[in-house]
């Protein structure tokens, strides 16, 4: 695999781990620019916290070479980790401790001059609105204001690169969307690089540049959101009608590709305006009256089943 170190945030090269005679990774690669989203989706177990804990230095390689900021994994472990922000599946926060205390420590940590740590401390406080918050023990906020105290605390050391690994589990739509824009803004106004793994396809399409599917230990697709989805197919037009005379004649003049005789329901292939377009020009030559359509074009769910044949669930960490 060839890479541009120069362009490149992260860099990986026939990464392999295995615990006893369990392979948890079997050779994977990953190139990954500066400046970018990149989403890692698997199947429970398929090792996407393994790779997260890999290249943030918690754990070692069997074999391969891995390069994050520009420092190699293996060889500059410190500087890697001078380099990122990790948040992990489980809040690093201390719920004994203030808001504002929890962002105070961190910059302790991570050795912030003196005259800096309390400005530092107001400016993350107010960019993930939790000003009004701040003084109160963290064990009294929500489950949203914490996750974003918690990668608050993760930026207090400026990172390059942040690895969010299931950033939204148990948070509700509007905490989960809340994060979405918070994620977005630190790529477009600071330019840092964001390593995601989800549980949330929807959040990998929203979100994502680049995505991966991790499945049996390697890597089975990669790219952007679109050219994932065009992998499946263009998607299928379903067409439900009120009885099962009209239903019956429609199937025998349509390209049904699948039919459900007891909901009286066709799928016909298609989805762009092209052939939905053509085929409600033929439904209506044949006076055929449609109870329902739909139009679905496929989406991250398709990709998944397609290339894993697996549900998506929570990982558990290895």
């Known amino acids: 695999m060839t890479v541009d170190i120069g362009r490149s945030a992260i860099t990986a090269t026939a990464v392999r781990k295995a615990y006893g005679g369990h392979v948890v990774l079997d050779g994977i690669d990953l190139d990954i620019p500066r400046g970018s989203v990149f989403a890692l989706l698997g199947p429970n177990g398929a090792g996407k916290t393994t790779v997260v804990q890999i290249l943030s230095t918690l754990i070692r390689a069997d074999a391969g070479r891995m390069r994050v900021a520009g420092h190699d994994v293996a060889a500059e472990p410190d500087a890697v980790r001078a380099a990122i922000g990790v948040t992990g599946q489980f809040s690093a926060v201390d719920g ?17 001059p003196r005259a800096l740590r309390r400005a530092s401390a107001a400016d993350l406080l107010r960019r993930f609105d939790l000003t009004e918050a701040a003084r109160k023990p963290a064990a009294t906020y929500s489950g949203g204001m914490r996750r974003r105290l918690d990668l608050a605390m993760t930026l207090v050391g400026r990172p390059r690169v942040i690895f ?28 840092v690089t964001i390593f995601l793994t989800t549980q949330y396809l929807e959040e990998a399409d929203r979100l994502a540049d680049r995505i991966a599917v991790l499945h049996e230990g390697r890597l ?64 209506e030559r044949a006076a055929l009256t449609v109870e329902e359509l739909q139009v679905r074009t496929p989406d991250l769910d398709d990709v998944f089943f397609a290339l894993t044949g697996d549900v998506t669930e929570q990982e558990t960490a290895r």
């Open 96 to 112: 004994f401790l203030t808001g504002e205390e929890n962002l105070l420590l961190m910059a302790d940590l991570n050795r912030l």
């Open 164 to 191: 969010l690994d299931e950033p939204t589990t148990g948070l509700d739509p509007r905490s989960r969307r809340t994060m979405w824009d918070i994620i977005r803004g630190l790529v477009a106004d600071e330019g």
């Open 220 to 283: 089975v697709a990669e790219g952007s959101p679109g050219e994932l989805k065009r992998r499946v197919g263009a998607g299928h037009i379903s067409l439900r009608f009120a009885d099962r005379p009209g239903y019956e004649r429609a199937a025998g003049l349509l390209d049904a590709v699948s039919r459900d005789d007891e909901a009286y329901t066709l799928q016909v292939p298609g989805g762009d305006v092209a052939s939905l377009r053509a085929l409600l020009d033929r439904v």
